[in-house]
C-alpha cells in the first residue's frame, strides 16, 4: 500500500473562485483516485485518474498527473460552499490487494 | 437510493461495556471495509472481507471483531471498549480488490465511550 501527501493542509477561499489542491506520492501507480469527505456525505469517490491519462474531467472537477514527477492535482471551479471538505487522494499500485491509505487530506473552507 | 448503510449513526457505549455496529450493502459487492476514523485524522483500515475470507490489519487491537454473516451485512464488534475507542467508524464496499475499484462508503457511526 501506499500514501499520498495532500497539499495544502489548508486552503480557504471565496465562493466562486478555483481551488487547486496537490498530491505526491512515492511509487508508480496503477491510477489515482480522489475522495472528498464532509459532515452531510460522508467520504464520496470523486474521480479516478488512470496512470496513461494526464487529464480527466468530471462536472467542475479537473484532475492532472503525472507520473514522472509522481503528483496528481485536483482543481474545483467555481467553488461552491458545499464544497467544503476534506480532500483526500489515494494512490493504487498495479497488482494485488492494497488498502486505500489516506494521507492528512486537504481541508477546504469555500466562504459565501 | 442507499447503497452502503450504518446503523446506528450515533453509538455510546460504557468503557468495557460490547458494542456492535452494522453495516449493510444494497451494491452487492465482494469486499467490504471497517475503517476507524479519530478526531481530525484520516480512516485508517481496520479489516476486511472478501466474500466470507476475513483480513484483518496487522496493527488492529484484538479487541476489535468482524462478521459477515452473509453478502449484504457485516458487523464490527468491539469486546470491551476503552475511551481511546472513541471515533468514526466508517464502512465501505467494492465490488473487487484491484487498484481500479473504487470504495463505497457509508455514513459512518460515531462511537463514544462514556
Known amino acids: 500500500s501506499q500514501q499520498g501527501e495532500e497539499d495544502p493542509q489548508a486552503l480557504s477561499i471565496q465562493e466562486g473562485e478555483n481551488a487547486t489542491m496537490n498530491c505526491s506520492y512515492k511509487?508508480?501507480?496503477?491510477?489515482l483516485q480522489w475522495y472528498r469527505q464532509n459532515s452531510g456525505r460522508g467520504l464520496v469517490h470523486l474521480i479516478l485518474i488512470r496512470s496513461n491519462e494526464r487529464e480527466k474531467h468530471s462536472g467542475r472537477l479537473r484532475v492532472t498527473l503525472d507520473t514522472s514527477k509522481k503528483s496528481s492535482s485536483l482543481l474545483i471551479t467555481a467553488s461552491r460552499a458545499a464544497d467544503t471538505a476534506s480532500y483526500f487522494c489515494a494512490p493504487r499500485k498495479n497488482t494485488g490487494f492494497q488498502k486505500l491509505v489516506f494521507g492528512t487530506g486537504t481541508r477546504l473552507l469555500v466562504s459565501p | 437510493d442507499a447503497m452502503v448503510i450504518q446503523n446506528p449513526r450515533y453509538q455510546v457505549t460504557q468503557f468495557g461495556k460490547p458494542v456492535t455496529l452494522s453495516c449493510s450493502q444494497t451494491l452487492n459487492h465482494n469486499v467490504m471495509y471497517w475503517y476507524q476514523q479519530k478526531s481530525s485524522q484520516a480512516p485508517k483500515l481496520l479489516f476486511h472481507?472478501?466474500?466470507?475470507?476475513?483480513?484483518n490489519e496487522a496493527d488492529t487491537p484484538d479487541n476489535f471483531q468482524s462478521r459477515r454473516p452473509n453478502t449484504s451485512f457485516c458487523f464490527l464488534d468491539i469486546r470491551s471498549p476503552g475511551l481511546g475507542d472513541a471515533a468514526m467508524y466508517l464502512c465501505?464496499?467494492?465490488?473487487?480488490?484491484?487498484?481500479?475499484?473504487?470504495?463505497?462508503f457509508g455514513p459512518g457511526t460515531r462511537l463514544t465511550v462514556t
Open positions: 465501505a464496499t467494492s465490488r473487487e480488490t484491484g487498484p481500479g475499484y473504487e470504495q463505497y
Open positions: 472481507y472478501y466474500d466470507k475470507d476475513f483480513n
Open positions: 511509487t508508480s501507480i496503477n491510477n
